[in-house]
């Protein structure tokens, strides 16, 4: 069942465990107990998350590294115009 132990062993602990920490404390021991191996479980799959995004950022960083070059090769120069600002006149106030 349990590696070596056996449906007898289990019996056992499980009566020193009643004995030990009584009736009433059961569920509560056995709700932190679960919550204990959900955390767990959770943060193994985060773990596993945060590893699987960095690397998706490695790979679009260099991506975006390679791009650029790429882009300035084969872009043709084109000619950049400034469009000025029209001047607009104001009456001088007297004071």
């Known amino acids: 069942m349990f590696g070596s132990l056996g449906f007898t ?4 602990i ?12 059961l569920p509560q021991l056995g709700e932190g107990l679960g ?9 193994v799959h985060e773990a596993d998350a945060i ?4 690397q998706a ?13 790429q882009a300035i090769t084969a872009a043709p120069a084109q000619a950049m115009t ?6 607009v006149a104001q009456p001088a106030t007297r004071a």
């Open 9 to 12: 062993e289990l019996i056992l």
């Open 14 to 25: 499980l009566v020193i465990v009643l004995i030990i920490f009584g009736a009433g404390k």
């Open 35 to 43: 919550k204990a191996i959900k955390g767990f479980k959770k943060s």
């Open 51 to 54: 590893e699987a995004e960095a």
């Open 57 to 69: 950022q490695a790979q679009a960083a260099q991506q975006q590294a390679a791009a650029p070059a």
């Open 82 to 87: 400034v469009e000025q600002p029209a001047v």
